[in-house]
């Protein structure tokens, strides 16, 4: 479990390398990244933008079929959003886990919008083979590397330590239950 001080420790951490990417937008993956973007903001004066993007099933337990589900995304006519169009861009979200969301998110970020830079922060990057990379020319921050394990994280219910089994799965293997913990 990941307390909400050491997650804000761990992003205050990455400052520095935030600053000098000098980013004019935050792209908060929701629900991960809503927290640790708006740490960030606290120390770096930029504005956030919100996506919903969704690479579990939740009625299932299982990764969607289709890949990661786009549920919301912003508006760059107006406000905020409209500083991603040649703008510095960072990418937030809480895990690294498969880079499958962060690439999705990248991807759709230049197929809608224009951005001049991309870079990508996480505030954990578990040591694992991804199923999927980022471009070359997106910087990669990851606040703290992390073995590969279940991450739980403020937002989870304290009251389920061990995520539950999909129905119908035999494996003991927590790897495979639902993602309230990552």
């Not at 973007?37 to 079929?65: C, H, Q, S």
Request: glycine residues 6%.
């Amino acid at each position: 479990y990941f307390s909400y001080a050491q997650i804000a420790t761990a992003v205050s951490n990455c400052v520095p390398e935030v600053e000098a990417f000098a980013p004019d937008v935050f792209v908060a993956i929701g629900g991960g990244g809503f927290i640790p973007a708006r740490m960030l903001r606290t120390e770096v004066k930029v504005p956030i933008v919100a996506v919903g993007l969704e690479l579990y099933d939740d009625t299932t337990n299982t990764i969607n079929k289709e890949g990661v589900q786009i549920k919301q995304w912003f508006s760059s006519e107006y406000g905020p959003g409209a500083l991603v169009e040649n703008g510095r861009v960072l990418v937030v979200d809480e895990v690294d886990d498969t880079r499958t969301t962060l690439a999705a998110c990248v991807s759709e970020l230049r197929k809608r919008h224009s951005p001049a830079e991309v870079g990508c922060l996480v505030v954990h990057n578990k040591l694992k083979k991804k199923r999927a990379s980022l471009p070359s020319d997106v910087t990669y921050i990851a606040c703290e590397e992390v073995p590969d394990e279940w991450n739980c994280y403020p937002r989870d219910p304290p009251s389920n330590p061990t995520p539950p089994r999909p129905r119908g799965s035999s494996s003991n293997d927590p790897r495979r239950a639902h993602r309230r913990c990552r």
